[in-house]
């Protein structure tokens, strides 16, 4: 379960960046912290695909997320099977084909770590986020990329590189791709990205 968590928030590095031509990367972290300050809900969809090394196979799902200010996400897959992940404040709700689980977060120092990775994550923070992350940005002009090296465990035991790839043209993260200690790689790619739009408080709840 760790491992599904952790791979839940590692595809929300979704904040929008507002930044072209060429600029110096210490711009590029703040113009991405500053939109972030701005940020009071987002919404997409995604398309995951999963390379597993071993059996040279590859699987694809699908899904939505929400997030709003305050420490409210919700992020599900909805194909081929669903899981459903939702942080509202304190508490967090997992839901899948067995059934629903409760977690106080205050009451779980692993959960209070990942959910502060998550909003860091959510609101695009996280690329200066040096107390977790060995961070590098490469680039230029309309092509940035952060490539993104775990310094704690349990995510350093896990993965080894997670790289985030900036479509500058559309001021939008276009994909994530995470590559895991034992070889297997997960690329999430969003679509329909929509920042500041009302979103119902019901989708941070269990129905």
């Given at each position: 379960?760790?491992?599904?968590?952790?791979?839940?928030?590692?595809?929300?590095?979704?904040?929008?960046?507002?930044?072209?031509?060429?600029?110096?990367?210490?711009?590029?972290?703040?113009?991405?912290?500053?939109?972030?300050?701005?940020?009071?809900?987002?919404?997409?969809?995604?398309?995951q695909?999963?390379?597993?090394?071993?059996?040279?196979?590859?699987?694809?799902?699908?899904?939505?997320?929400?997030?709003?200010?305050?420490?409210?996400?919700?992020?599900?897959?909805?194909?081929?099977?669903?899981?459903?992940?939702?942080?509202?404040?304190?508490?967090?709700?997992?839901?899948?084909?067995?059934?629903?689980?409760?977690?106080?977060?205050?009451?779980?120092?692993?959960?209070?770590?990942?959910?502060?990775?998550?909003?860091?994550?959510?609101?695009?923070?996280?690329?200066?986020?040096?107390?977790?992350?060995?961070?590098?940005?490469?680039?230029?002009?309309?092509?940035?990329?952060?490539?993104?090296?775990?310094?704690?465990?349990?995510?350093?035991?896990?993965?080894?590189?997670?790289?985030?790839?900036?479509?500058?043209?559309?001021?939008?993260?276009?994909?994530?791709?995470?590559?895991?200690r034992n070889?297997?790689?997960?690329?999430?790619?969003?679509?329909?990205?929509?920042?500041?739009?009302?979103?119902?408080?019901?989708?941070?709840?269990l129905?």
């Amino acid at each position: 379960m760790k491992k599904q968590i952790f791979i839940f928030f590692l595809f929300l590095l979704t904040a929008p960046a507002l930044f072209a031509q060429n600029y110096s990367q210490a711009q590029v972290r703040q113009r991405i912290n500053n939109v972030a300050a701005n940020m009071r809900t987002m919404t997409c969809n995604f398309v995951q695909t999963k390379t597993l090394h071993m059996l040279k196979s590859k699987v694809t799902s699908r899904g939505n997320m929400y997030y709003s200010r305050a420490n409210r996400l919700r992020w599900e897959y909805t194909s081929p099977y669903h899981y459903t992940f939702i942080l509202n404040g304190q508490t967090v709700w997992l839901k899948n084909s067995r059934g629903n689980s409760r977690i106080n977060v205050a009451q779980s120092k692993m959960f209070k770590e990942i959910t502060r990775i998550m909003m860091s994550s959510v609101l695009g923070t996280c690329v200066s986020n040096n107390r977790d992350f060995n961070v590098s940005l490469q680039g230029h002009g309309n092509s940035w990329q952060a490539v993104m090296r775990p310094k704690r465990s349990p995510m350093k035991q896990m993965f080894s590189t997670i790289t985030v790839y900036f479509d500058m043209a559309r001021s939008m993260v276009s994909s994530v791709r995470m590559v895991e200690r034992n070889g297997d790689t997960t690329v999430i790619q969003l679509r329909n990205v929509r920042t500041n739009t009302p979103v119902n408080a019901k989708v941070f709840s269990l129905n």
